[in-house]
């Protein structure tokens, strides 16, 4: 399994990956710094992921932003694009499903916490 995340935290994104790897430990997780970085490496990839996540604020170009980009292009709009923030926000939670998120979820603060909204994702 092949998992994009863009994450400008590198902490929230090696605690992702650790979640990712206690389901699959043979899955690859990429991390872009932002979503311009997200859609730059996807617009290049010979190779696509699986799934994607976005967290809503990142410098350059935010998580709706991207979310939208990818959306709008054939060649990627079948893939899964899921949210992943910490904002708790209705409206950016519309907004991103209105936008073509397939979910959205609060970052965990522990790591059975994270391995519990993560499921659904990665378990067979």
Do not use: W
């Amino acid at each position: 399994m092949l998992v994009l995340y863009a994450e400008d935290d590198i902490d929230d994104f090696d605690f992702f990956c650790d979640v990712l790897k206690s389901f699959d430990p043979a899955a690859k997780c990429l991390n872009m710094r932002n979503g311009r970085e997200a859609i730059e490496f996807l617009d290049n990839a010979v190779v696509l992921p699986d799934i994607i996540f976005l967290d809503i604020n990142m410098p350059a170009m935010d998580g709706k932003s991207c979310l939208k980009n990818i959306k709008r292009d054939a060649r990627l709009n079948a893939i899964p694009v899921v949210i992943y923030t910490t904002s708790q926000s209705q409206r950016d939670r519309e907004h991103c499903m209105q936008l073509g998120a397939k979910d959205f979820i609060i970052k965990a603060k522990s790591f059975g916490e994270a391995e519990s909204n993560l499921s659904r994702f990665f378990k067979g």
